[in-house]
């Protein structure tokens, strides 16, 4: 069993930034494969972007350029860092790992885009 929690999340301008963090359970999280996900309601979840065991990072082309997906293995941690920031990136952020083919999940943390 995997936990996840999720922190970060809040108010921000069009523009700005924010940094979200999940920190996950286990021993092995050098092999967990991480990812983000967003879901606005009445939307299905939307992937972000991922993180892998070996090092190489995904986006999805809504948020390239802009979010970066980063660990810090020693700390059994995921980050994303979200800059320019825009209106429609409002939604509630999920933290996900893969592990041994078994997906698990935060509790998600809300961001919202606005002035």
């Known amino acids: 069993q995997v936990q996840l929690v999720e922190s970060g999340g809040g108010l921000v301008q069009p523009g700005g930034s924010l940094r979200l963090s999940c920190a996950a359970s286990?021993?092995?999280?050098?092999?967990?494969?991480m990812k983000w996900y967003r879901q606005v309601p009445g939307k299905q979840r939307e992937w972000v972007a991922t993180s892998t065991s070996g090092g190489s990072t995904n986006y999805a082309d809504s948020v390239k350029g802009r979010f970066t997906i980063s660990r810090d293995n020693a700390k059994n941690t995921v980050y994303l860092q979200m800059n320019s920031l825009k209106p429609e990136d409002t939604a509630v952020y999920y933290c996900?790992?893969?592990?041994?083919?078994?997906?698990?999940w935060g509790q998600g943390t809300q961001v919202t885009v606005s002035s």
């Open positions: 286990g021993r092995h999280f050098t092999f967990y494969v």
């Open positions: 996900g790992a893969v592990v041994a083919a078994v997906n698990y």
